[in-house]
């Protein structure tokens, strides 16, 4: 027995045995030693894996096989150990423990084994893969969709917004307008009318509603113009004009309407809005500038140029209808003394009184104006014979003859007439203006208070000159 085996007799646990020489127990050491060392990696890597990958299914069998591989690292070290002292309990147990944790580490594999093979294959995985591709694609396509889908609906919701807006500024401004606002049916009938309305006809909206236009009709404008006005406003989508119409009360007013056509909403059809104020005022100031246009500011007679108009429609219609008419040129006598001695104002006031006996005296049809100063032209239609308007002229002188009492002044004047004839005496208003007054020049020149008819040679002599308001 060498010198090694001696020392080492009592470690072998086998009893003797020359195959235990130094270079076989270090291989048995080294290889022990290495994998064990390998074995106790294993688990730390595994152990890594199932801390790092929480989304691992079956994460609990990679734990197992990592206490497996433990396990049969600690009975290499077991073998190493036992070299030494040879323990075989321990060896014993450590080597059960081994198998008890390799049957479960086996009952564990056997049973995740079907379902690792049931774990898609290449193919399958790509067509997962393609699958989920499409999965994302779509959710991508629905999310844009969604996301156009919700552009589009802040869209409609930003313009139901300004037309929500747009609709309560045009209430606002139907309900505070100043003008009258009445909104209609193709057929006239009232849908709708503003507060402006009720104040400028009387009429409220429970009044209104459902009632037709002609609610406000006057008998100042005829049928033939209402049914003209509708058709027109029919046609053309719009009209514009000036109506007279009639209050709740009964009073007249005069409205400047503009009605205009506009496409209603859901089953309503057409629609027309009319918009209306009220012009009376304003047509009485036009009136009365037209009046005072045409008409003498102190007597309210027609002036010249209103007189050449009447007379002018005068002469075309008696040439039509084959008849005569009359001029005659009336000068007052002794005006001039009554404004020298009296003075302008009571000269005014017998002016005044002198108009309104012309118009008691004369017809309708027939025409008094004055001309200026103390003259007055009278212009009388429809004149069957010239004595007509002999007698027409001395009824006038008469009238005109008569004491005036203006104040505290009783004023006598008279009146001297010069007739011209259409179409005897001139065939144009200028000629028989010119021939009745020569005729009044030739009839005065005879003396005061009477009347002359024009006759040939009358305008040779020519008129002298004649300051204002001599008589």
């Given at each position: 027995?060498?010198?090694?085996?001696?020392v080492?007799a009592h470690?072998?646990p086998?009893?003797?045995?020359?195959?235990?020489?130094?270079?076989?127990?270090?291989?048995?050491?080294?290889?022990d030693a290495?994998?064990?060392?390998?074995?106790?990696?294993?688990?730390?890597l595994?152990i890594?894996?199932?801390?790092?990958?929480?989304?691992?299914?079956?994460?609990?069998?990679?734990?197992?096989?990592?206490?497996?591989?433990?396990?049969?690292?600690?009975?290499?070290?077991?073998?190493?150990?036992?070299?030494?002292?040879?323990?075989?309990l321990?060896?014993g147990?450590?080597?059960?423990?081994?198998?008890?944790?390799?049957?479960?580490?086996?009952?564990?594999?056997?049973?995740?084994?079907?379902?690792?093979?049931?774990?898609?294959?290449?193919?399958?995985?790509?067509?997962?893969?393609?699958?989920?591709?499409q999965q994302?694609?779509?959710?991508?396509?629905?999310?844009?969709?969604?996301?156009?889908a919700?552009?589009?609906l802040?869209?409609?919701?930003?313009?139901?917004?300004?037309?929500?807006?747009?609709l309560?500024?045009?209430?606002?401004?139907?309900?505070?307008?100043m003008?009258?606002?009445?909104?209609?049916?193709?057929?006239?009938?009232?849908?709708?009318?503003?507060?402006?309305?009720?104040?400028?006809?009387?009429?409220?909206?429970?009044?209104?509603?459902?009632?037709?236009?002609?609610?406000?009709?006057?008998e100042?404008?005829?049928?033939?113009?209402?049914?003209?006005?509708?058709?027109?406003?029919?046609?053309?989508?719009?009209?514009t004009?000036?109506?007279?119409?009639?209050?709740?009360?009964?009073?007249?007013?005069?409205?400047?309407?503009?009605?205009?056509?506009?496409?209603?909403?859901?089953?309503?059809?057409?629609?027309?809005?009319?918009?209306?104020?009220?012009?009376?005022?304003?047509?009485?100031?036009?009136?009365?500038?037209?009046?005072?246009?045409?008409?003498?500011?102190?007597?309210?007679?027609?002036?010249?140029?209103?007189?050449?108009?009447?007379?002018?429609?005068?002469?075309?219609?008696?040439?039509?209808?084959?008849?005569?008419?009359?001029?005659?040129?009336?000068?007052?006598?002794?005006?001039?003394q009554?404004?020298?001695?009296?003075?302008?104002?009571?000269?005014?006031?017998?002016?005044?009184?002198?108009?309104?006996?012309?118009?008691t005296?004369?017809?309708?049809?027939?025409?008094?104006?004055?001309?200026?100063?103390?003259?007055?032209?009278?212009?009388?239609?429809?004149?069957?014979?010239?004595?007509?308007?002999?007698?027409?002229?001395?009824?006038?002188?008469a009238?005109?003859?008569?004491?005036?009492q203006?104040?505290?002044?009783?004023?006598?004047?008279?009146?001297?007439?010069?007739?011209?004839?259409?179409?005897?005496?001139?065939?144009?208003?200028?000629?028989?203006?010119?021939?009745?007054d020569?005729?009044?020049?030739?009839?005065?020149?005879?003396?005061?208070?009477?009347?002359?008819?024009?006759?040939e040679?009358?305008?040779?002599?020519?008129?002298?000159?004649?300051?204002?308001?001599?008589?």
């Amino acid at each position: 027995m060498s010198t090694w085996s001696a020392v080492t007799a009592h470690l072998i646990p086998h009893g003797y045995c020359l195959s235990w020489q130094p270079g076989l127990m270090a291989m048995h050491l080294g290889a022990d030693a290495v994998t064990a060392a390998a074995y106790a990696t294993i688990p730390i890597l595994l152990i890594q894996l199932v801390r790092l990958r929480k989304d691992l299914q079956f994460s609990w069998v990679f734990v197992l096989f990592g206490v497996f591989i433990l396990a049969c690292g600690a009975t290499h070290l077991m073998s190493m150990w036992t070299l030494w002292h040879p323990d075989y309990l321990a060896a014993g147990l450590v080597k059960m423990l081994t198998a008890i944790v390799s049957v479960g580490t086996a009952a564990a594999l056997y049973w995740l084994l079907p379902k690792a093979i049931a774990l898609p294959g290449p193919a399958q995985w790509a067509a997962v893969h393609e699958n989920l591709r499409q999965q994302v694609a779509e959710r991508s396509k629905a999310e844009h969709e969604l996301t156009r889908a919700n552009a589009q609906l802040q869209a409609e919701l930003l313009e139901r917004q300004r037309t929500a807006a747009q609709l309560q500024l045009a209430a606002n401004v139907f309900d505070n307008a100043m003008d009258g606002i009445v909104v209609t049916d193709a057929s006239s009938r009232i849908h709708s009318v503003n507060p402006a309305f009720t104040t400028l006809t009387g009429y409220t909206a429970e009044e209104a509603v459902g009632q037709k236009l002609s609610l406000l009709r006057s008998e100042q404008n005829g049928l033939n113009f209402y049914r003209e006005q509708w058709n027109k406003l029919l046609q053309s989508g719009r009209w514009t004009g000036e109506v007279w119409s009639q209050r709740k009360n009964g009073e007249l007013f005069c409205q400047w309407l503009n009605f205009s056509k506009v496409h209603g909403t859901g089953d309503e059809g057409a629609l027309y809005v009319g918009i209306f104020n009220d012009v009376t005022d304003l047509r009485r100031k036009d009136e009365h500038i037209r009046h005072l246009a045409f008409h003498d500011l102190l007597t309210g007679l027609p002036n010249r140029t209103l007189l050449l108009d009447r007379l002018a429609h005068a002469i075309e219609g008696a040439l039509r209808q084959g008849e005569q008419l009359g001029l005659m040129f009336l000068d007052l006598d002794r005006f001039k003394q009554v404004n020298d001695t009296l003075g302008h104002d009571v000269g005014d006031e017998l002016l005044k009184v002198i108009a309104t006996r012309l118009r008691t005296e004369l017809r309708e049809s027939d025409t008094a104006a004055r001309m200026g100063g103390d003259e007055f032209i009278v212009l009388i239609e429809h004149v069957r014979e010239p004595a007509d308007l002999a007698r027409v002229a001395s009824k006038l002188i008469a009238s005109l003859s008569q004491p005036v009492q203006i104040g505290a002044h009783t004023v006598d004047v008279g009146a001297t007439i010069g007739i011209a004839c259409y179409p005897q005496d001139g065939l144009d208003g200028n000629e028989l203006m010119k021939h009745a007054d020569a005729a009044m020049y030739a009839a005065k020149a005879q003396g005061r208070g009477r009347h002359g008819f024009f006759s040939e040679g009358m305008g040779e002599q020519g008129r002298p000159p004649r300051e204002p308001g001599q008589g």
